[in-house]
């Protein structure tokens, strides 16, 4: 079976070599893929937009139905993640494992307190235990609020440089993965709750649709910005610009929310109590 | 394009995508695959699709990595096979 796979795997893969020497060079500006709608973004995008990335342009305006439905794709897969590993039952073994702040004993509960230990003397750990690391800890608390600084630059840069969205919204919710991953998964959840992510991963899909039938409201076509210039009192070619920003903020609010959903679901089997 | 960075790019893409197939330990797996990712980024930069790099970087590099490692340690460590 194995010599088989091999045959079948170097067969394609000499196919797909071969094909490749029919490709144009690179950077052809005579290939089929530069001569059809290409010259037309590159001379018409500033002036139709005034957004100097093109390719920001291109996903957010002109291909605008695609970027939406990549944003209910990513939703979808939060969704799938969700219905396939939430759990409601307890993890087995001890109820409550504690740690004393200050000499590092672990206290065991067999049954859930019915009221936690305050948290400046008692910490909360997770059962796999994982050495308290402070150096880890605190550089992570330092980093974090830059990488979500960076993130929303992202988020609302990509006119201008590479970046966008998608960028963005993965760099924004890695910072919340950063947390859980260096901290635990009940710090995270204390910042962004399980409601919190399942509401905002669907908001930005509705912010987006929603964008789209503000300008049918308007009288156009379904994602045509220049439609929105008098409710913001902007010009056309500023609507359309404005129009990208707020479904690019959409597509940041809905993948970063879904990336965090489908982290914490993963790394705590569905349970969401504690994570890795 | 400077062509021995390119060549040692691809050697490496090729090296990495072999040993993610390859090693037994999914752990390795997943960093290899890490590595492919962000060599792809590498290549898609070096080629001027600066946007696609990005997002081959955060996403391909960055989270699915992680999320790679948070199912193997939840399953299991090893591969059958």
């Known amino acids: 079976m194995k010599l088989i796979s091999l045959a079948l795997v170097v067969l394609l893969g000499g196919l797909f070599m071969a094909a490749t020497a029919d490709f144009p060079d690179w950077g052809d500006p005579a290939s089929p893929a530069s001569v059809h709608v290409s010259p037309r973004y590159i001379e018409k995008t500033m002036e139709e937009t005034s957004v100097p990335n093109i390719v920001t342009a291109v996903l957010a305006d002109y291909r605008g139905y695609d970027t939406m439905f990549e944003t209910a794709v990513v939703f979808t897969a939060g969704v799938a993640c969700f219905l396939l590993l939430r759990r409601r039952d307890p993890r087995p073994g001890p109820e409550r494992i504690y740690r004393h702040q200050a000499t590092g004993v672990i206290v065991e509960m067999r049954h859930k307190p019915a009221k936690e230990p305050a948290g400046e003397v008692f910490a909360r750990i997770d059962d796999d235990w994982v050495p308290h690391d402070l150096i880890i800890m605190n550089v992570c608390r330092l980093l974090i609020p830059f990488i979500q600084l960076f993130g929303l630059y992202v988020i609302a840069h990509g006119h201008h440089s590479p970046g966008g969205g998608f960028q963005g919204g993965v760099i924004l919710g890695a910072s919340i993965i950063l947390l859980a991953l260096s901290w635990d998964l009940r710090t995270a959840m204390g910042r962004l709750s399980e409601a919190a992510t399942g509401l905002m991963s669907a908001v930005g899909v509705f912010i987006y649709a929603g964008v789209g039938a503000m300008c049918l409201a308007m009288g156009s076509n379904f994602l045509d910005y220049e439609a929105l210039g008098p409710l913001m009192f902007v010009d056309p070619v500023h609507a359309r610009s404005l129009g990208i920003f707020f479904v690019e903020l959409g597509v940041g609010l809905a993948v970063m929310a879904t990336m965090v959903l489908i982290y914490k679901n993963l790394a705590s089997e569905g349970r969401l109590d504690q994570g890795l | ?81």
């Open chain 2, 1 to 81: 394009m400077i062509w021995q960075i390119d060549l040692a790019v691809l050697v490496l893409v090729v090296i990495c995508a072999i040993g993610a197939l390859a090693v037994k330990d999914l752990v390795g797996a997943s960093i290899l695959f890490g590595a492919y990712s962000f060599l792809m980024c590498i290549l898609w930069a070096v080629m001027g699709a600066v946007d696609v790099a990005f997002t081959e970087a955060s996403v391909g590099a960055g989270v699915s990595t992680v999320f790679f490692l948070a199912a193997v340690f939840r399953t299991s460590r090893r591969s059958k096979d």
